[in-house]
């Protein structure tokens, strides 16, 4: 079969009809298959859910228990059944939880794979690359300017200055769901023995993480912490807690922002971020080609992002490539920070 007929595009997100599924859909559907917990991807009022055990459960602290009409979960690797089409969720190395969704049926194998990584990441199961004949990947980072470092590098970067400013407090804006966890085991890995304060948007999913066995240390809600805790001490909070009242309290505080997007320098002083660190959960420029390689795909479709330059290297590759025009991904975790009051808006 044509693998348009095994999954296309419509206005509610990419549809199967041979299975009538969605995957990640943008509007309430009956039945959604859920790559991972990110809000761009899981919406909540869909009729009935099929997603790992932790996308549910992360869907659930979300948006309460009464998220979708049913809900089911598929292990990594199990081949479950949806009205004949076999599917299988495959880890995606994006978050906890995450995963790449493999879609057979009559001998056509199309993967969607949400947002991922192949990067190392010890809060997240990793990439497992997935032989296919269509492979539906996304765009984020697909320019040569995103060549993401190493992470421990750059979490270097935030040691070095809680050396040097050891009376200042750090604030490090990360997103709240995945970024801000491996922030925190990047710490670890890194010697830093400190308590981590956290912000309280971030309270309930790091708990989480942490009833998963992901080991992140020290922990507290800064809304705990004496006045003598914060010199000197890293506190996570949601980007959008960097500019706002909430940050007023600490004195004199280093800024720090935790995102692939702090590779551009103007984007990261547009934000008034003092300490830009460059520590993505997307697949960069080089990553992105070698995943998409290592599939063997002969068929390359393009979500969300940087399309025409991924599909333009595909070409190159010699694989038939072409965008599928998707709206309403990349609006949470790597979602541009918006520009600061004082930037004028540009
Ligand atoms: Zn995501």
């Not at 993480?209 to 010199?231: C, H, K, N, T």
């Not at 830009?276 to 390359?300: F, R, V, Y």
């Amino acid at each position: 079969m044509r693998p348009e007929e095994l999954l296309h595009t419509t206005p509610q997100g990419l549809y199967s009809p041979a299975g009538d599924f969605f995957i990640d859909p943008t509007r309430a559907v009956a039945r959604a298959l859920i790559t991972h917990g990110h809000s761009d991807h899981a919406r909540a009022g869909h009729g009935a859910v099929l997603a790992t055990r932790e996308t549910l459960d992360i869907m659930a602290i979300r948006y309460g228990e009464d998220f979708a009409g049913a809900a089911q979960q598929a292990s990594y690797g199990e081949r479950v059944q949806v009205n004949g089409v076999t599917v299988t969720f495959l880890p995606a190395g994006h978050i906890l939880g995450s995963a790449q969704i493999l879609v057979e049926h009559r001998g056509c194998r199309i993967v969607a794979s949400g947002d991922y990584k192949p990067g190392a990441d010890p809060t997240a199961p990793a990439f497992e690359p997935v032989p296919c004949h269509v492979f539906i990947s996304e765009a984020t980072f697909a320019l040569p300017v995103f060549r993401h470092p190493d992470p421990a590098r750059e979490t270097a970067k935030l040691t070095a200055s809680l050396a040097l400013f050891p009376e200042r407090t750090h604030l490090v804006g990360a997103y709240a769901l995945g970024k801000a966890q491996r922030v925190m085991a990047l710490l670890r890995m890194a010697g830093h023995e400190r308590p981590i304060l956290i912000h309280g948007a971030m309270e309930r999913l790091t708990a989480y993480y942490r009833s998963r066995g992901i080991a992140l240390g020290d922990v507290r809600p800064v809304r705990e912490a004496a006045r003598e805790d914060l010199p000197g001490a890293v506190v996570i909070c949601p980007p959008g807690a960097l500019a706002d009242v909430w940050s007023r309290r600490f004195p004199d505080p280093v800024t720090a922002f935790a995102s692939g997007w702090m590779r551009i320098r103007a984007r990261a002083r547009q934000n008034g971020v003092e300490l830009p660190l460059i520590i993505s959960d997307h697949a960069d420029w080089d990553e992105l080609q070698a995943a998409i390689l290592a599939t063997g795909c002969e068929e390359l479709w393009v979500t969300h992002g940087q399309e025409d330059a991924l599909v333009h290297w595909a070409g190159l590759a010699g694989l038939r490539a072409r965008p599928l025009h998707m709206v309403g991904y990349g609006e949470e975790e790597e979602a541009p920070a918006p520009p600061s009051p004082e930037s004028g808006g540009s």
